[in-house]
């Protein structure tokens, strides 16, 4: 298979960037919420308590330990990936992140400064190592990263969009874990 050439970033690329999501980014972005809402699942009745969240989610979160229906419990990670949609997800990461360990944690921090400052060749190696990763997600966050830094964007936006990345890149971490 030929390699495809380096290319730069045009501003047509980055105002392309401005639109919504594709349903299929939608439904993904759904699926890895459900994921996500698996690993909460996983916490201890207190653990759950204790999430800075809304009491509709961790009422989910508790009923979903009950329920022993296959199917059932599918729509119940359904709903509570929509409940936490609406939530940070930094916050919730940070409740999730003590499973992975600092030492993970600082090997993810790394792949994201790798996959800013060389772009696809550490995409494809990142994909290979974590089978969660969607690609194209995965470059759209770049290239938001590439935009800011290009306009030159104050130094908040930029850390914004590199933690919508590093965000990103621990939720397929913690996905891909555990498929």
């Known amino acids: 298979m030929a390699r495809r050439p380096q290319q730069r ?4 690329d980055y105002e392309s960037l ?3 999501a ?17 690993q909460l699942a996983n916490l201890s009745k207190k653990q759950i308590q204790q999430l800075p969240v809304e009491e509709r ?15 059932a419990r599918r729509r119940q990670f359904q709903r509570i990936g929509k409940l936490l949609r609406n939530e940070d997800e930094t916050v919730i990461l940070s409740y999730l992140t003590p499973q992975q360990g600092l030492k993970k944690t600082a090997q993810l921090q790394r792949w994201v ?27 759209q966050h770049l290239l938001r990263v590439h935009r800011d830094m290009s306009q030159q ?11 919508k990345l590093f965000n990103y890149v621990q ?9």
């Open 57 to 71: 989610l961790i009422d989910a979160l508790l009923d979903v330990q009950l329920i022993t229906s296959h199917e």
């Open 153 to 163: 964007a104050d130094e908040e936006q930029i850390a914004a969009s590199k933690l």
């Open 9 to 12: 970033f045009s501003e047509d």
């Open 22 to 38: 594709s349903k299929t980014e939608q439904k993904k972005a759904v699926q890895r919420m459900a994921a996500l809402g698996e």
């Open 113 to 139: 400064d790798r996959i800013i400052a060389q772009g696809d060749p550490v995409i494809n190696e990142f994909a290979k190592m974590y089978n969660a990763t969607e690609r194209h997600t995965l470059r």
């Open 18 to 20: 401005e639109g919504r």
């Open 171 to 179: 939720q397929v971490a913690l996905i891909s874990d555990n498929t």
